[in-house]
């Protein structure tokens, strides 16, 4: 299990403690952070680096290594956030006040209602992240993504970057001046410090695929002995935001690194295409996929399964597919209400599956909106990105079978799809589920379980909810 609330254990109540063990067993870099409510957002998270065994080396060689995590950061409380969601009328998060590099952001004093005990301030906690480099020493900087919602363009001024690691997978490298990054996903990038050490460089994290009116995250990118301290001038001014061809044109040119990964199953078992829509269901504003909004059980899936307390979710599995004769991707659905399930796709041991992410407009005109995916419990294989609606007959003969990318966590771009594959090889149930935080608060994720009689006994401590929880004892 991973330690999602709902899923596969009861919330860590407050004074609990709780251990998770885990078998560390392949290098990279990986995001951890808390799966309950919104906490999240509010900076429950962090990075964890597996290095290589004694003896052993990195496909690619780097002086120093280094890591930022990219996080957006909002005034308001999640609990406020979470009854506006929750209301009629429907009362969105809105953007961000500012992104965070490694922590650290500011944001536009001059905002309308904003908090401004902290405008202006000089203490030394205010001041923005700060790399120091060493002229002609070649960097690995570790780049994760644990926005709640933001899309973001990551790049350092004046410096390429070469992408090397997605997800903990080997890159085929290739040099970007910026780097595209989707909450939940990781990569490495080198970056060699060959320009003027006179000065400094900004390191810049800007919102693309939203209209935002967010600042860019900024810090500094500081030659080591430059004695004059002083911050560059203008910050780069970055991609559009509304440039979708680019952001697909960089994911489609990451691949594996030949000799580190092997390549997927040539056929799948079964394919699931899922639909993307935002709903209404009784009045509430929603996400569902193939018309089906997701809601979290009081008694987590894996316990469910194995106190045999079936009674605990909806037996019903979602469908595979939805009606994409009729449907129309690029305008508001006629019909916008879907249903509420906690229902779950039973899915065979050891068999392959695809799932095709379908994304449409959203209830509103001309609008449709990216969706980072991350799947727990395994990796898949990016097979491909196309836009318009899936070709069921057509499209897969485009699919990357050579050498796709394994990864964790894939974006799908407004009107457009993304197929993937993973071999249901891992005992247990696991979400699926669109990684921004409002999103799968709003019913946008789905379920798998594969193989779960063959998890061994649940310990007690992770049943003091729902329908185990007359009977726990802490
Ligand atoms: O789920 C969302 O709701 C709003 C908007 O569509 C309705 O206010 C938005 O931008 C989302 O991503």
């Not at 990451?254 to 639909?275: C, E, F, H, S, T």
Request: glycine share 8%; hydrophobic share 35%; aromatic share 12%.
């Amino acid at each position: 299990m991973d330690g999602t609330e709902g899923v596969t254990q009861c919330p860590i109540l407050p004074g609990q403690t709780f251990v998770y063990k885990f078998v560390v067993d392949r290098p990279g870099t990986y995001l951890y952070h808390a799966h309950y409510g919104m906490q999240r957002e509010v900076g429950l998270y962090g990075m964890i680096q597996v290095s290589l065994p004694p003896g052993k080396r990195e496909p690619f060689s780097y002086d120093f290594d280094r890591s930022i995590i990219l996080a957006d950061w909002y005034h308001r409380s999640t609990y406020e956030q979470v009854v506006g969601l929750s209301s009629i009328p429907f009362g969105w998060v809105g953007e961000p006040q500012s992104i965070l590099i490694q922590g650290r952001g500011k944001f536009d004093c001059s905002t309308p209602g904003i908090e401004t005990g902290l405008c202006n301030a000089t203490s030394p906690e205010c001041v923005p992240y700060s790399l120091t480099v060493v002229a002609g020493k070649t960097y690995r900087i570790r780049i994760g993504s644990l926005t709640s919602l933001s899309a973001l363009s990551f790049e350092i001024e004046g410096h390429d970057m070469t992408v090397v690691e997605a997800d903990g997978h080997y890159v085929d490298p290739f040099a970007v001046k910026n780097l595209f990054i989707y909450s939940g996903e990781t990569y490495s990038v080198l970056v060699t410090a060959d320009k003027d050490p006179s000065r400094s460089y900004w390191i810049a994290a800007k919102v693309v695929s939203r209209n935002s009116d967010t600042p860019p995250g900024l810090g500094i990118f500081h030659y080591g002995g430059n004695r004059g301290h002083e911050p560059p001038t203008d910050p780069p001014v970055g991609p559009r935001w509304d440039d979708a061809a680019a952001r697909v044109a960089q994911s489609s040119t990451v691949k594996a690194l030949k000799g580190y990964n092997y390549p997927p199953p040539q056929k799948a078992d079964r394919v699931i295409v899922m639909l993307n829509t935002q709903n209404r269901v009784n009045g509430h504003v929603r996400w569902a996929i193939n018309n089906v909004s997701f809601n979290l059980p009081q008694t987590p899936y894996l316990i469910a399964y194995k106190a045999n307390l079936l009674q605990a979710f909806d037996q019903n599995p979602p469908p595979d597919d939805y009606d994409s004769e009729g449907f129309d991707i690029f305008s508001v659905a006629k019909n916008a209400n879907a249903t509420e399930s906690d229902g779950v796709y039973r899915l065979k041991f050891n068999s392959t599956v695809d799932v095709v992410l379908q994304n449409a407009n959203t209830m509103n005109p001309n609008n449709s909106e990216t969706h980072p995916w991350h799947l727990h419990g395994h990796d898949f294989w990016v097979l491909g990105y196309g836009s318009d609606k899936f070709d069921k007959e057509k499209d897969p003969e485009k699919y990357n079978l050579v050498n796709p990318i394994m990864k964790n966590t894939v974006a799908v771009q407004p009107y457009s799809w993304t197929a993937l594959r993973f071999r249901a090889d891992n005992p247990g149930v696991w979400a699926f589920h669109c990684h921004i935080e409002a999103h799968f608060f709003m019913g946008m994720g789905v379920i798998f379980e594969e193989g779960v009689d063959r998890v061994g006994n649940l310990p007690s401590s992770i049943m003091g909810c729902g329908l185990t929880k007359a009977s726990y004892k802490p």
